[in-house]
């Protein structure tokens, strides 16, 4: 009977009030025979509309709203896959004319544009009495221009909206049909799935038009008639043919986004090859590289298992463009690692895709893409954080921008952010919301307790209080604005503007997609994950710095990821003792307190310590009995041989997702369709919902089979905990490499491995100060910065006795321009300076890079200490030309104090953030022991369940989302670390002096428990006051 | 108490050097805190130019050799700590100084957050040092008001010392170096710069600061800041503008004998008025309101306030107002003497100068004259203008506004064409309709002619509206006589009618 054809999501940001999938349930509801989502120019909503509608079986029409810049106005609506292509390329063409979030379209635009879509022209509404004569003449030209183009496809859209005026504007529509001869359509010009969204619509108005509520005026809409109506409603509103209209336009359109075929790209093979020969020959010859003796006969089997299933399902192309990528980073000398489960294939191995060796992995699970899952291959590709820019313009270059663009992102409102703009809106001033904001921590999660409002001192009973937190609740989770996605690649064969719309990023040179990977993965379409990794940076300096040092070792020279010797028996020793800072992946708190307790011997153990502390195994309560099983505590057991099966190497206890996956499939009877959905569903659920159905299913699936209820509920926990931080194995055993890697290089190379990590910053868990510390503990001899020896990088010296020192560089001195540092460099390298002014006039430094290497003390060699320094760079005048410079040789030097050594170490933190003086805490100790505060290291010889005092510089905050509301601290003293554990009551009533604090008191009960050891925090003090300027700024993590 | 000695103590440890006995410069360059005599400029004679060119001349003129060190003026710097340099402070600071001027009629205002008072000349008026002191302190403390003063022969010693938290009250200029010597450096309050270059030298208080060479320091931080330093050591006199506070007309005139008649009173108002357009017109400024206060031998004085529809400064219109609120006011009791208060000054417009020209023609009475004798008459609140808001609701379109201007006649509400009109009488709530014309469907009272308007807001002021609105033709008697065309609404939450306007 009706079919909404002008409807508008919240995908047109900041206009429409309600999700598509919102949208598309409440037309169901009403009985609407179709729905279009036209949002203005825009697709970005397509997919969860899609997705929607299929799953409650109401037909969905893809449109677009339009405005061109003489402000015609158009809905136009697509037929079939061609002109669905035709639509999106004209959005791309208007998107891509003008700066991001924005889109510009002349009337000219349309010409020839929109093959196969139907229009629906709204004309203008009248404004004032005296322009109504050329306002009407207007609008018939508008009328002729579209029939010349679009007649037989062409309406005149009727919308109605309770102004008053309604019977008029029908006469006059229909007036202007009849004049024109075009056919006339009933529309709602739909911005809210219900009338309920009429506030929320009027905030997201004033948000949009950047003002308070009470000032928008006329700008709001008079009502909430923008909703979707009901059908006894639209019936008393609209002549009877003017529905009858919008079937028959619905019944027109019957593009299914369904019908969208991913074709991968044809140019990754050469002339007079097919995908299939030429992914064998590389792979053949990648295979006499990695086995130059002849490959054992379980690899050949495997790897004509692996190119049977590829060319089965026709994957050779993919396979082919990520070999290309790797290529040409490989070619640039830019470390990469694939991950993901394709990529642990032995083809990824021979394609040099991964290191991970698969005679290292002992073949114990399952690597490969499988058929029956029925999933697109995933391989993710790691590069260099800092050079991953490199290789996204090397995919723009090959295959042009109408061919490649990044996958999008969508920003949607958070605590903080909805807090900002509706409080404005309502008209709180700057300084009340901003105070509002504030009082979200990081780690109050996506929800807005009115408690947290009242402890921010305003009165949560105040009405218009009440207002902000309701719309603010409602408004959260709604999209503002696309951003790109991290690194994930859509690469067409043909057109991708024809496959969904491409708009520009903020960033220049960049292009996205509209749709993020959800939506991408909803469809079946595939992206290249180019991801940016500071541990490679790290690891490929590490190996630049040990080769180049060259020395005894007999691997100095030729280290690379293949040459690292396995399996070392001492690094793993180091790993079992949590010493392991720096470390890839294991240097956290919570991996640091498992370590000693998994204690890894081999490869997979890694494979497994990376997977086990994630929220999925903690929250599904997998940890504890694996752990046990482990050291022989408990019995290994499986509950049927079908388990034993999907969990034999972990023991029986499900770790990883692929094993939970395979469970749902083997244990609950999850067919490989639903269980491809199961793994979406989870992927999503933190965001989008959705996982009820499948709890049933896999409960009542697992009890039919006759497996416990509680191994039921813990497995969908664990599901739950997979959530957003999905970890499988497939990544846990790339990770496992790097993991490995960095722990040698940590072992064997520990001034190159720090210097590393500390040149590639900011990355890890640590700041340099901590990594700097941790290397003296191992016996490194850090040197300081100093002009007439530092690079810009931390270097390596060689010693009196052939070990190399670290040399700190001066990319730490805070201030210093990085062009005033190479010009140093290049002065320094012609000759050596002989005084400050020499050094001042030949770099050609200006006052603030002198003055930030005076205050790093990196001067000392010139003016002895850092006082004096300041004294004679800040006289320093720039030379002018043709004048000698004017220095201060004529002036004495007068009589400065020397820095104490607590100024020094201030002076150090504030310029460099770490200082090799003694410790700051060495200086207070006196003060801390008559608070009866206990070294750090002294904890180890209290015994566990006692009260004790301790005190620490405060390195880093976390607070996962899986530990309850917990946070770890972790403090730092001048003989070692203390890992507090603050439990909620105690992190709620104590915030501020557990958030504020740089030097924290704390006094609790100390937990041992084998090698691992916290103190559980009762009270905290903030003792920041006792240090004065210096300062620390910690780490804080969810 | 302990705890927070023992924090300041070693804040001090990584912060701060603790001042130490200065030791005699060895450098062959002039220290700044070398004991000299000192020549005093006084700060109204010293001209600006010549102070400008001093500091143009970059490293200022080293102190001349003049007078012994009897200091001719001396400057009380008080600081408001709580005072934080917002908008706030500025009008605190405002009100402040205007209460300082029972002391000296020289205050200047130093922000953020503090005022200055040259009170050599009041030394002698109150007595001695310490009673002014003591009385300008009881001032602060009436008002609840945390303070902190320092009293110099140097205005910026005494700012600085003030800053600083110490209480030193000393007319010695010799002294001074000695006093600031223990002052952190950031009393000064000059640009972060300065303090951080100052900070890596190992500079944190004053005395350091003062040892260093004047040459040296000149080219490292500028010439201002030995100028400052100089200042602050009373080498050189610092000039300062004094607060002016914002200027009111405020006569008084007392009667010989008690005035019992309002009439009588005209007479008696005529030269004050005179001489308030008199000042007004020196000022070239206006008024928006006048105050007349009657007094009486006892009880409170009556109060009558007087508002003008448009600035003015002409007293025939003062005059006319004045007269016509009088003219029929009953005195509550005999009147001995009267005062005559402006509003602020504001400064004439072209448009209010040529009334004030044309006015003293005695032309005809213009709107606002007619405006101003309506409103004496009737009451301030009767007469008012109507300014539309850009709202969907009706009630909340529109707006009255109290000060007529000419230019403010615009046109009401720009309506879109198609949009339903709207009745220029609105009621000032609408009237609900009564049990047998509830039901306007019923032809016999009320036919719907046009509509209905949805409207749907104002949610966000606690006042929403849910309303069909229709234009209804009212229907008298059996022979249905077509009446009035009302403006008709029908409240969507609970489905009963109103009228709210009418149309012409």
Known sequence: MYAELHALSNFSFLRGASQPEELVAQAKRLGYRALALTDECSLAGVVRAHVAAKAQELPLIIGTELRCTDELKLVVLATDRASYGALSRLISRARRAVAKGRYALARADLEGALDGCLLIWLPREGSAAPAQQAQQAQQAEEGRWLRERFAGRLWIGVELLTGGHDARRLELLEALGKALDLPRVAAGDVHLHRRGRRALQDVLTAIRLNTRLSAVGHALFPNGERCLRPLQRLQELYPAPLLAQTIEIAERCTFKLDEL????????????ETPTSHLRTLTEQGCAQRWPAGAPAAVRVGIEHELRLIAELKFEPFFLTVHDIVQHARSEKILCQGRGSAANSIVCYCLRITEVDPSRMSMLFERFISKERNEPPDIDVDFEHERREEVIQYIYRKYGRERAALAATVICYRPRSALRDVGKALGFDLAQVDRLAKGMQWWDGQCIDPERIRACGFDADDPKLKRLVVLAAEILGFPRHLSQHVGGFVIARGRLDELVPIENAAMPERTVIEWDKDDLDALGLIKVDVLGLGMLSAIRRAFHLVNEFGGSSPMRGELNLATVPGEDAAVYDMICRADTTGVFQIESRAQMAMLPRLRPRNYYDLVIEVAIVRPGPIQGEMVHPYLRRRNGEEAVTYPSKAVE??????LGVPIFQEQVMKLAMVAAGFSPGDADGLRRAMAAWKRKGGLEPFQRQLIDGMQERGYPASFAQQIFKQILGFGEYGFPEAHAASFALLVYTSAWLKHH????????????QPMG?????????DARVHGVEVRAIDVTSSAWDCTLERRADGRPALRLGLRLVKHLSQEGGARLLAARAART?????DLAERAALDRRDLGALAVADALGCFAGHRHRAAWQVSGVERALPLLPAVTAAAEGIPLLRAPREGQDIVADYASTGLTLRRHPLALLRGKLSKRGVIPNQELWERPSGGLVTTAGLVITRQRPGSAGGVTFVTLEDETGYVNLIVWERVATTQRAALLESRLLLVRGKLQREGDVQHVIAQRLTNLSALLGDLAVVSRNFH | MKSRAAISQTADLFAATAFAPVLAPTTASEPMAMPAPTALLEPRSASRPALESLRAAGIPP???TAEPPRARQLWHAVVFPELVGDAHSTIMLQRLSLSAQQFTSFVSIEPPNALLLEIRGSVKLFGSLQTLLADIDAAWRRLALRTCAATTPSTLAALWLARAGKRIHTEDSRTLSGHLAELPIACTAWDIDRLQTLRAMGVTRMGELLRLPRAGLARRLGPATVLDLDMALARQAAPRRAFVPRERFWERCDFETEIEHAAYLETALDPLIGRCAQFLRERQAGVLALELRLRHRVGPATRLRLGLASITGERRRMTDVLVQK????????????????????QPLSAGSLDAFAGGGAGGQDGPSQLVERLRARLGEAAVYGLRSIPEHRPEAAWQRIYELRLVSARRLGERRLDQMPRPVWLLDEPVRLSEPQAQPLNQSTLILEQGPERIESGWWDGKDVTRDYYIARQIHGAR??????LWVFQERRSRCWFVHGMFA
């Open chain 1, 833 to 837: 300076f002989v005084n400050i002014a």
């Open chain 2, 62 to 64: 080293a102190p001349q």
């Open chain 1, 749 to 760: 190379e520990p001034a190159a491995f720090c210097a590393a990590l500390i040149n590639s």
């Open chain 2, 326 to 345: 009088l003219s029929g006011f009953k005195l509550p009791a005999p009147v001995r003497g009267m005062e005559l208060k402006s509003g602020s000054l």
């Open chain 1, 765 to 773: 868990f640590y700041a340099p100060a901590q990594l700097v510390r």
């Open chain 1, 261 to 272: 075929r991913y074709e991968y790209p044809e140019e990754v093979v050469p002339a007079g």
């Open chain 1, 645 to 650: 099966a999907v969990l034999e190497r972990t």
């Open chain 2, 480 to 485: 249905r006589v077509p009446g009035a065309r």
